[in-house]
């Protein structure tokens, strides 16, 4: 007999491997019906994988973070395979979930155009109708590397070829669709209750600008249309608070070719800005604080010593001043 525990402590008794997806079942159909993923003893798994031995679980819906991730996971491998069926000599590159939704990123020979996402957008949801299952499978490092071959996949190639020795390689099958993928998905494409794809940018592959550049589609998942319309309306309703529309709407601040964003604040920003200044210098004062002012470039050595050189680096900016290495501070610490 195999033992699963449940989140609250409750012990289900099955006779050899189970499915998770029988398990959930079992705990209750309305919550296999909104089940996204699950924990097995702490490691996010699908719904299709099998317990093979005594363990606990906690299911997880979209109103979990690693639920919402699972969803829009699958939802970047409709939008892949949406655009295969579109366009077949597509290349596909990479596709995660991302806090607001997931991305794609592919190598077309042609842009991608808003009126391109509308049509890849209706034939996500004929995916999505269609209820395709997700079966997940693994290859060998070899039969990985040339089943990718065959189907043209030079990206897929080169991240098989990155992978550790002895590293699983798995991919995820929906309908005529595979991608390689290390999971977790929900169950079927038809999970993925409402889509929407929003824009498209330009992303250099790996994130190398000596790489090329590819288009990253960016869209968003729910398991309700309702949650979907309510995401769509906040994003409009931030458009009108944009800071950047603002700024050049009130006459506050103007973004140049020569500081891309850095703001030139004009008179009535910088009425604004003073005031903004003046209460939080106030408000600190009130309780009990006291100003100092410190460099804005620093020796190296500083962060070295502080340690951001070790974990932000990538992301300072460095000058020689005096044949000294020396660099802009990187957060709003004071040296």
């Known amino acids: 007999m195999i033992k699963v525990t449940l989140k609250d402590g409750k012990v289900l008794e099955f006779e050899g491997s189970v499915k998770v997806e029988e398990v ?4 209750g159909m309305g919550l296999y019906k909104a089940a996204m993923a699950v924990k097995i003893d702490g490691e996010l798994k699908d719904l299709m994988t ?13 109103e979990d973070e690693d639920g919402r991730w699972t969803l829009r996971h699958t939802a970047s491998h409709i939008l892949a395979q949406a655009v295969k069926r579109l366009y077949p000599n597509v290349k596909l590159a990479i596709g995660p979930a991302i806090d607001t939704g997931f991305y794609y990123d592919f190598d077309a020979d042609f842009p991608i155009t808003p009126e391109m996402l509308e049509t890849i957008e209706k034939e996500m ?30 990206y897929k190639v080169e991240l098989i070829k990155d992978l550790p020795e002895g590293e699983v390689i798995s991919f995820y099958k929906q309908g005529e669709f595979t991608d390689l993928c290390a999971g977790p998905h929900v169950l079927s494409t038809g999970r993925v209750k409402a889509v929407k794809l929003l824009s498209v940018a330009g992303a250099y592959w790996r994130g190398d600008e000596k790489n090329k550049m590819l288009q990253r589609v960016y869209g968003t998942a729910f398991t309700k249309k309702s949650e979907l319309e309510e995401y769509l309306k ?11 529309k ?17 703001p030139f604040f004009h008179p ?47 992301n300072m ?11 802009i501070k990187p957060m709003n610490c004071p040296g």
């Open 246 to 262: 603002l700024g050049k709407e009130l006459d506050l601040f103007s973004i140049h070719e020569e500081g891309p964003g850095f």
């Open 125 to 154: 949801e004929k995916i999505i109708k269609e209820d395709l299952n997700l079966e997940r499978f693994e290859l060998p490092r070899q039969e990985a590397i040339k089943f990718m071959e065959d189907l043209g996949e030079s």
């Open 234 to 244: 906040m994003l409009e309703e931030a458009k009108k608070r944009d800071h950047r």
């Open 24 to 27: 959930v079942k079992k705990i």
């Open 317 to 327: 900016y460095f000058t020689k001043i005096d044949q000294m290495d020396y660099a």
């Open 268 to 314: 009535k920003g910088m009425v604004v800005r003073n005031m903004l200044e003046d209460f939080w210098r106030k408000e600190h004062t009130k309780r009990g604080y006291k100003e100092i002012k410190t460099p804005i470039i620093l020796n190296e050595e500083l962060w070295h010593q502080s340690g951001h050189w070790d974990h932000y680096k990538e």
């Open 50 to 62: 099998e317990i093979k031995k005594d363990c606990s679980i906690e299911v997880l819906t979209f």
